[in-house]
């Protein structure tokens, strides 16, 4: 019997023959993958039962965790080479000591060295990979900080928040915006005619952006049917699920993606919680039996933020691709296949974008509006961005990437608490090609105005800071994007920023101007009339947004709802309000969003891709 069946037999347990061991060994070696793990994955072991089984088999020692006797430290000069170390050594008491985690083949190559200086024995010891993980993480704490909060600014620094968002920029930034929404709103009333174009520009184009995307076709060109990627041919995934506080949606996350339709063996989940959290740490730490899951945890340090743990564990990414899923996502099971076969069909597109559907819409009449807003914007607005080449604003969840390109941009930026909308710019003006999917996750909108007005304003301050930090060059900005691009994004972020506010300020002047008029001499001047028109046509096409969103996902009893768009747009000024306040005196300041267990929806109807012969990707 060989050597290799032998250490598989022995890793399977006495339980099992040579021939089923071989047979076993075989499986995984098609799969591409280490035979430990497809062990541990496939066969029911934990990842320690597996290790100490090999160590026994080399005549080895084993612990469970590595020992702390003093504080290791390492400065890695590439951080991303953590990701495969297995070996470190460690001073206890009077001797280094080397602590492992070898793969199947180099336990066969260890057991050779060993059986040729057997003094190793005394100075080298087998941990599980979650030990050995999470000793690198620790030794190399300050040296990932560190490259969390500063990759992008040394990379990329014209496009880092912490560098260009001094308090004089955002006081001017903020002064201007004011002066800007009262500009529109006088307009009509100066008598300026210089002003009836910027006037226009400012009201109209949002909404013809609207109509546009309305207009854009939903059905791609037919693609020629093609045969699902084979499990041994998929690559290595990488799922980063970043938590804090959040040890109640534990349990749901790990059955949710658990269920994921993808090779479990080619699947790497690292939960990504901050130290601060340690109730979110034990309820992961209960799942790290199940090698598809990691745990990553992130020191204390400023920012506070989600962009801040993401870039902490980006350089323990293994995987071909990599995605970022929220505490309270519930992904599609077919996502990632479907995503992969896109990848593998569109070399150039280097950021997938799938489809965020609200799942609770049906609990009240915020998680409805919210639900149509979501629907609008995903389900229209982002597949027309993608067709016409546009900025994409990303979402926070569910954008799945290229780790190399990812690495290439310098990862998130930490400082800016809209991440998402900040690296949809910057793949834009890198000229890398980003694309939507109509596979969906499930989310939950907030069910309460203070919940809801938190997340809101943290979404509405990173708007800001995306769109003041790209355009602190101007030129460069333009030189990146072409003047196509640049005048959308210009459109795009302006109108997330001014719309609200303008058209809740035109509702109360037209509110105001009907309560002034003498019943016997109705006002019959034009700026109301103007104010109507404008009125009219922004909600409109903003309601007709939500409402052909909400069909293509299944979810159009909601439609009616959108109606009350008006009251949802008065909260969202509110938003907006107490965001430029933010701006100004803490503008990296992150409020987090609490979530609740959900069920998942008992039909998938909310998950059908909506419009007849839709296919995969939009």
């Known amino acids: ?63 469970d965790i ?32 080397a602590f492992a985690t070898p793969d199947f083949f180099g336990v066969l190559r260890l057991k050779r060295v060993c059986e040729a200086n057997p003094i190793l024995h005394r100075s080298l010891c087998i941990v599980p990979m979650p030990a050995l993980r999470e000793l690198l993480v620790e030794a190399a ?123 479990p063996e080619k699947l790497e989940i690292i939960f990504v919680v901050e130290s601060r959290s340690p109730e979110t740490i034990a309820a992961v730490r209960r799942h790290l039996d199940d090698a598809r899951f990691g745990l990553a945890v992130v020191p204390d340090a400023a ?8 870039d902490f564990a980006l350089p323990l990414c293994r995987g071909e691709f990599v995605v970022v899923y929220d505490a309270e996502d519930q992904p599609e099971p077919g996502q990632l296949r479907s995503i992969v076969s896109q990848f593998r069909r569109e070399p150039d597109v280097h950021c997938i974008q799938a489809r965020l559907v609200i799942g609770n819409g049906r609990q009240g009449l915020l998680p409805s509006l919210f639900a149509g807003e979501y629907a609008g914007l995903f389900s229209v607005m982002l597949p027309a961005f993608a067709r016409w080449g546009a900025v994409m604003p990303l979402g926070g969840t569910s954008n799945h990437f290229r780790l190399e390109t990812l690495r290439s941009l310098g990862g998130w930026d930490a400082y800016n608490v809209t991440e998402d909308a900040d690296l949809g710019v910057r793949l834009a003006r890198r000229q890398l090609r980003t694309a939507t999917n109509i596979s969906v996750t499930l ?58 506010l303008l058209h809740t300020a035109f509702a109360f002047i037209l509110f ?28 409109g096409a903003a309601i007709a947004t939500n409402i052909a969103g909400l069909i293509r996902t299944g979810q159009a009893g909601l439609a009616w709802q959108q109606l009350l768009l008006p009251l949802y747009w008065l909260l969202i000024a509110c938003a907006t309000l107490r965001a430029l306040y933010e701006f100004v005196r803490r503008p990296f300041h992150w409020w987090k969003t609490p979530h609740q267990v959900s069920a998942r929806p008992e039909s998938h109807s909310v998950l059908a891709t909506g419009l007849p012969g839709e296919v995969a990707a939009d």
């Not at 062990?39 to 080895?60: E, F, P």
């Not at 909060?149 to 968002?165: I, V």
């Not at 309560?515 to 103007?530: F, G, H, Y």
């Open 1 to 63: 019997m060989s050597e290799a069946i032998s250490l598989m037999q022995a890793v399977l347990g006495p339980a099992f023959s040579p021939a089923e061991a071989e047979a076993i060994l075989e499986a995984a070696m098609a799969s591409e993958v280490d035979p430990f793990h497809w062990c541990a994955v496939h066969m029911g072991l934990s990842q320690s039962t597996v290790m100490s089984r090999a160590a026994a088999w080399m005549g080895l020692a084993y612990y």
């Open 66 to 97: 590595v020992p702390r006797l003093a504080r290791a430290e390492i400065a890695p000069a590439r951080l991303e080479t953590l990701a495969e170390v297995r070996l470190f050594r460690l001073n206890v008491l009077d001797r280094a000591v």
């Open 141 to 263: 704490g300050d040296a990932l900080i560190d490259g969390a909060r500063q990759t992008l600014a040394r990379s990329w620094p014209h496009a880092a928040a912490q560098l260009d968002l001094p308090r004089p920029v955002r006081w001017r930034f903020a002064l201007g915006l004011i002066l800007l929404t009262l500009l529109v709103l006088v307009a009509p009333l100066s008598g300026l005619v210089w002003l009836v174009p910027i006037w226009l520009t400012l009201i109209a184009a949002p909404a013809v952006l609207r109509i546009c995307a309305l207009a854009t076709p939903v059905i791609p060109p037919a693609l020629p049917d093609e045969p699902a990627i084979p499990d041994t041919d998929l690559p290595l995934y990488s799922i980063l699920v970043p938590l804090r506080d959040e040890a109640n949606m534990v349990d749901q996350l790990c059955l949710g993606l658990g269920q994921l339709d993808y090779p």
């Open 303 to 310: 920012p506070r933020t989600k962009p801040k743990a993401l």
């Open 443 to 500: 989310e939950d909108a907030p069910t309460g105005i203070g919940v809801w007005l938190g997340q809101r304003t943290r979404w509405t301050k990173g708007w800001m800071q995306t769109f003041v930090v790209h355009n602190r060059r101007p030129l460069l900005l333009l030189a990146d994007l072409g003047w196509r691009r640049f005048l959308l994004f210009q459109v795009t972020i302006l109108s997330m920023l001014l719309a609200p």
């Open 512 to 539: 105001g101007t009907v309560l002034s008029a003498p019943p016997e001499e109705p006002s019959t001047q034009d700026w109301p009339t103007a104010f109507m028109a404008i009125f009219a046509f922004g909600f």
